[in-house]
């Protein structure tokens, strides 16, 4: 495994793509407190993501198999 496929399978374990029905923010049927956990769900996911592709390198030694 390495770096990018790591993002892939957060991809997909998330199910976060820029057309998600996770769209709570707007919606007032929920309150506010899952709206709160949501944006946090989402900025974990985001730097995580980043996270992983500014330390592509270093990830990838990391996850290399011995």
Same mark, same amino acid.
């Given at each position: 495994? =390495?770096? *990018? ?17 996770? =769209? ?15 944006? *946090?769900? *989402?900025?974990?996911? *985001? ?20």
């Amino acid at each position: 495994m =390495d770096g *990018q496929q790591l993002i892939t399978f957060l991809a997909k374990a998330f199910d976060y793509t820029e057309d998600n029905n996770r =769209d709570i923010i707007n919606d007032p049927t929920f309150s506010m407190a899952e709206v709160e956990e949501e944006l *946090q769900v *989402q900025h974990s996911y *985001q730097f995580l993501i980043s996270y992983i592709s500014r330390n592509q390198e270093m990830i990838d030694s990391n996850l290399k198999e011995d």
